[in-house]
């Protein structure tokens, strides 16, 4: 007597071979591809004014994110918005000093 078949109607007797697969990895590299490409792509708004990304490649793989100084077009971790002028740029750009140096001249000049 033949066992009885399943009364799964997508039992059709097809293998796992024979089925397109869709895997968990593969999305999330094709996700991950996708994302990193639309945030190259991606400028930020930031008071106004564009700002670009750029990136450059790792010595292991993967890629590394900068800003683009929209002053000197190099790139960058950092940028500022300058307190007066409200202009973005990187802190040459903008001629901005770290407080620690400022101050550690001023104290050069009082001793001297
Ligand atoms: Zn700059």
Redesign the pocket.
Same mark, same amino acid.
């Given at each position: 007597m033949e066992k009885m078949k399943s009364l799964n109607p997508n039992n059709l007797g097809l293998l796992v071979e024979d089925c397109q697969k869709i895997e968990i990895s593969q999305f999330l590299k094709e996700s991950r591809l996708k994302m990193k490409e639309a945030l190259v792509h991606s400028a930020i708004d930031a008071s106004g004014m564009t700002i670009e990304l750029m990136t450059s490649n790792m010595n292991f793989g993967g890629l590394r994110y900068w800003f683009k !100084?929209p002053?000197?077009e190099?790139r960058?971790g950092t940028l500022f918005i300058h307190p007066l002028s409200q202009k973005i740029?990187?802190r040459? !750009?903008l001629g901005l000093e770290y407080r620690a140096r400022r101050y550690k001249g001023m104290i050069e000049g009082i001793v001297a």
């Open positions: !100084c002053m000197c190099r960058m740029g990187c040459s !750009c």
